[in-house]
Nanobody, 121 residues
Framework: QVQLVESGGGLVQAGGSLRLSCTTS????????VGWYRQAPGKQRDLVAE???????NYADSVKGRFTISRGDTKNTVYLEMNSLKPEDTAVYYC???????????????WGQGTQVTVSS
């Protein structure tokens, strides 16, 4: 079974930076998109950044130019570099990976437990 563990969250002042890490374990048969989502109190979970199966990075308009998604050297870690943080970035950040499956196994989506990011004004 695939497991994802996020780390790197914390409290930071506005204008500061954080780097979130997502470490994966288990077997993914066919890697699809990997991404970061966030959920603020009372809000729905929204996509922040993703790397598609074709290697293209996409970002929410609210974080373009400030956040960067990347994969580690071993390809089992996904990072989210967050710069120029704003109070509105405060949320629980979740890592997500897609297993596209095989001809005999259907596609599945996996989530981490989340890591809290709090940006003070």
């Amino acid at each position: 079974q695939v497991q994802l563990v996020e780390s790197g969250g914390g409290l930071v002042q506005a204008g500061g930076s954080l780097r979130l890490s997502c470490t994966t374990s288990g077997i993914i048969f066919s890697l699809g998109a990997v991404g970061w989502y966030r959920q603020a109190p009372g809000k729905q979970r929204d996509l922040v950044a993703e790397i598609t199966s074709g290697g293209r990075a996409n970002y929410a308009d609210s974080v373009k130019g400030r956040f960067t998604i990347s994969r580690g050297d071993t390809k089992n870690t996904v990072y989210l570099e967050m710069n120029s943080l704003k109070p509105e970035d405060t949320a629980v950040y979740y890592c997500n990976v897609i297993d596209r499956g095989t001809a005999w196994r259907d596609s599945r989506s996996f989530w981490g437990q989340g890591t809290q990011v709090t940006v003070s004004s």
